[in-house]
């Protein structure tokens, strides 16, 4: 029996998992944490702080804990329950930045959405998004964030709608913040640490 307990909760914390704390791509080692204060506000960190990168199995990088479906899959593959991200240092190696800004803009959004915190808009967010759509300066750019977040998986698992578009364009922004309008940097003032900075200088 005691052999059984220990079994279940090693499932349940996630047997399988090593946390990540740094990624090494093509030049350097690139701290998580450390890219976490780069990128997020204050109050998004304090909102992440518990929330990490494991490396365990799966296909592509997901979050854990935004949902029944999430939850089922981390435990089926012994990654654990909780509020986690599961990728790997391969996945992360090729797009380490875009890939924390995704999966913890998806932690961020899931918890807006449960009433946990107030940091994003959703409405307001897809409001700015079809502003963006309807300018020919900006048409091809949400036309490329709507075809990568029109997946199959996420449609019908994911957190809820335009959850995809949302963490998409979150890192979009991060790395083009000059082509981002600033109406859309407003949605994200409270995210990211250079939509705060965009408006700050506006105002």
């Not at 700015?128 to 900006?138: G, I, P, V």
């Not at 309008?181 to 700050?200: E, G, I, N, T, W």
């Amino acid at each position: 029996m005691r052999h059984i307990f220990g079994l279940i909760l090693g499932l349940l914390a996630g047997c399988n998992t090593i946390e990540l704390t740094k990624i090494r791509t093509n030049k350097e080692y690139l701290d998580i944490d450390t890219q976490l204060k780069k990128h997020f506000t204050p109050e998004a960190q304090k909102a992440l702080t518990d929330i990490k990168i494991y490396e365990g199995l799966h296909i592509n990088s997901y979050v854990v804990g935004v949902n029944f479906w999430s939850n089922l899959i981390s435990f089926l593959t012994f990654n654990g329950l909780g509020r986690k991200i599961i990728s790997s240092q391969g996945t992360l190696s090729d797009g380490c930045v875009d890939t924390v800004i995704h999966e913890y803009m998806h932690q961020l959004d899931d918890m807006d959405r449960d009433g946990e915190i107030e940091i994003i808009d959703q409405l307001a967010f897809w409001k700015a998004f079809l502003q963006m759509h309807s300018d020919a300066a900006t048409q091809e750019i949400t036309n490329n964030i709507l075809d990568k977040s029109d997946q199959t998986v996420t449609n019908i698992f994911g957190i809820g709608p335009v959850s995809e578009v949302i963490a998409y364009t979150a890192s979009w922004i991060v790395e083009n913040p000059d082509l981002c309008p600033l109406y859309m940097h407003q949605v994200f003032a409270d995210v990211l640490v250079v939509s705060r900075s965009k408006m700050d200088l506006d105002s």
